[in-house]
């Protein structure tokens, strides 16, 4: 059963989506070379207990952080340590959440560390970036949940990419194992949301208004692959290859999509893609 929300309830997940995004612009400051990735964890600790919120990651499962945070060829769920320093030259993707009175919200994007960074691994995150608003365009009242998917794979096949090292196919790798998620009084909800299309998954639900979900694209330079760690959280690319992460949370409601966890709702973005993103309901 998908959770259908109402404009009251939408209006607190866009106040625990405005949460994720403090934490996201704390951390990307705080993400430079020398910083561990603990400390970028306890800055998010200290803009949730700021906002009067709750940590929806810090013990989901066993989870012992408040972000997930992955450096390289991590491709999600790494876990915050004294031991991972950030280099100048790295890539990180920070997926955080929040929860306001019951009510999730979460995100995650990609930043470089430093500079100096390499013209593939800047197109790796604008391609997985830009896929992830493709997915959030496509998502229309009257539309089907392959839909989004079908925009976000398309969107991805379309870009040519760089021959990196052995890897000269010049296709990027569509995580396969893992996908966006339905939210709202729980961060991971019915249905799932693969990031490409599948015939055996059909075309899934119809989307109406009030349906909710965490829209995430997950792309490697390499394989589609990947490997959990022995830590049974951490997931890697099985060639090794660097990927980049990006999410936002999305309610649909009449006048259109409402990017939750977008300090400006997903307007100026949406406008470009030719869509009015919804009114904020807090505005």
């Known amino acids: 059963m998908v ?3 109402t404009p009251e309830q939408i209006a607190k997940m866009r106040e625990a989506g405005l949460v994720v995004a403090a934490i996201h612009a704390a951390t990307r400051e705080a993400a430079v070379p020398g ?13 949730i207990a ?10 989901y499962g066993g989870f012992p952080a408040t972000i997930c945070t992955s450096v390289n ?6 876990i915050p340590d004294e031991k991972t320093v ?3 030259g790295d890539i990180i993707s920070i997926d955080a959440g929040a929860i306001v009175d019951g009510w999730h919200g979460d995100a995650a994007y990609t930043a470089f560390v430093g500079t100096g960074h390499a013209p593939e691994l800047v197109e790796l995150s604008r391609v997985t970036e830009e896929s992830m608003w493709a997915g959030i365009a ?8 392959v839909d989004i998917s079908k925009a976000i794979e398309s969107y991805i096949k379309r870009q040519p990419r760089p021959a990196v090292g052995d890897h000269s196919l010049g296709k990027y790798g569509i995580v396969e194992d893992y996908g966006g998620h339905g939210i709202g009084t729980e961060m991971h909800m019915d249905p799932h949301l693969l990031n490409y299309v599948s015939r055996k998954r059909g075309k899934g639900p119809k989307l109406v208004p009030g349906f909710c979900l965490a829209i995430e694209p997950m792309v490697s330079l390499g394989t589609p692959h990947t490997e959990v760690l022995e830590d049974d959280w951490t997931v890697v690319s099985t060639d090794g290859t660097w990927s980049s992460h990006w999410e936002h949370s999305v309610a649909l409601t009449e006048a259109g999509p409402l990017v939750l966890t977008a300090v400006d709702g997903g307007k100026a973005k949406l406008a470009e893609l ?3 993103a919804a009114p904020d309901p807090l505005a």
């Open 138 to 145: 496509a998502m229309r009242v009257g539309a089907r949940l």
């Open 3 to 5: 959770q259908i929300k």
């Open 73 to 78: 060829e991590v491709v999600v769920h790494g």
């Open 86 to 88: 950030l280099k100048d």
């Open 50 to 59: 700021d906002h009067g919120a709750k940590s929806n990651f810090l013990g």
């Open 274 to 276: 030719g869509v009015t």
């Open 35 to 47: 910083a561990t990735t603990k400390d970028l964890d306890e800055v998010a600790r200290k803009v």
